[in-house]
């Protein structure tokens, strides 16, 4: 059971909006720490796409965003593309766990 | 460009043990901290193990602790996961990642290797 929360799946239209959800506690984003985004290409290794909360690396799309309110995230990918169906993580840290970072269980993206 | 290749995974009996390695390249390899993160078959991102840029401060995961050890040569650029009594639990992928820091203290992974796959079993 991961400390970080995702939905399973989500789906959307080419061209439409999808959001993907991140929800944590008082210990991890809710205690202020940030929130990180990795895209997971079927048999690929992560990616980095966003850091720091909204943070777009080089290279990434601005169709993606990144944002933080409270003790959730939220992903936010618009114009959707087919090239977009990938596994989604969140990542953060927690304070009650010795670890240095924690995953959310993952979203898979499936475009229409 | 930045580059992570790992290598060393196998099919190995319970008990037994492995050592992976990571070959780094395209940046400074001693100024940067890393990390081992695995992913079993079908699941998520699990971190395991830390290691700071000069090898002194390193973390596990409690899943871990007391039967792994992360090295690092930077010497020879590499990082190393040295895996002993090996569960069938440990079966995944293992990626090394570079570690980068985000405002005072937030830390995200901003370079993944390909990975290497360890199986346990008998």
Known sequence: ????????????????????????????????????????????????LIYGNSNRPSG?????????SGTSASLAITGLQAEDEADYYCQSYDSSLSGLAVFGGGTQLTVL | ????????GGLVKPGGSLRLS????????????????????????????????SGSTIYYADSVKGRFTISRDNAKNSLYL??????????????????SKYGSGSYYFDYWGQGTLVTVSS
Not at chain 2, 38 to 48: C, D, F, H, S, T
Not at chain 2, 82 to 89: D, F, H, P, Y
Request: a neutral charge; proline letters at 6%; hydrophobic letters at 30%.
């Open chain 2, 82 to 99: 040295q895996m002993n009594s090996l569960r069938a639990e440990d079966t995944a992928v293992y990626y090394c990642a570079r570690h």
């Open chain 1, 60 to 68: 990434v799309p601005d169709r993606f965003s990144g944002s933080k």
């Open chain 2, 22 to 53: 990571c070959a780094a390249s395209g940046f400074t390899f001693s100024d940067y901290y890393m990390s081992w993160i695995r992913q079993a078959p079908g699941k998520g991102l699990e971190w395991v193990s830390y290691i700071s840029s």
């Open chain 1, 1 to 48: 059971q991961s400390v970080l929360t995702q939905p399973p799946s989500v789906s959307g239209a080419p061209g439409q909006r999808v959001t993907i959800s991140c929800t944590g506690s008082s210990s991890n984003i809710g205690a202020g720490y940030d929130v990180h985004w990795y895209q997971q290409l079927p048999g690929t290794a992560p990616k980095l």
């Open chain 2, 1 to 8: 460009q930045v580059q992570l290749v790992e290598s060393g």
